[in-house]
């Protein structure tokens, strides 16, 4: 069984910064990706940023140039850094592992004001 936990969300004015976080934890021994995706009410999930477990990247257009994905291997845990929020990026963010298969955390929620 895998376990996935999300943890960074908050309220955040236009502009600002927030860091998430996502740890996977119990089988992972193939793990091989994690990422974010994220959900706005009335809207499809959506990918976020994701990174394989030799470094390789793939960022929304929407958000290049202002989120940052990285992972910690050792400790299966990937972060995304969120600069320069709009209030569009306001959703529930969920995190993913692949072991080979997605397991997903419960979400966090990102709010962004005006």
């Known amino acids: 069984q895998v376990q996935v936990v999300e943890s960074g969300g908050g309220l955040v004015q236009a502009a600002g910064s927030l860091r998430l976080s996502c740890s996977a934890s119990g089988s992972i021994f193939s793990l091989n990706a994690m990422g974010w995706y994220r959900q706005a009410p009335g809207k499809q999930r959506e990918l976020v940023a994701t990174i394989t477990s030799n470094g390789v990247t793939n960022y929304a257009e929407s958000v290049k140039g202002r989120f940052t994905i990285s992972a910690d291997n050792a400790k299966a845990t990937v972060y995304l850094q969120m600069n320069s929020l709009k209030p569009e990026d306001t959703a529930v963010y969920y995190c993913?592992?692949?072991?080979?298969?997605?397991?997903w955390g419960r979400g966090t929620q990102v709010t962004v004001t005006p």
């Open positions: 993913y592992a692949r072991v080979p298969y997605n397991c």
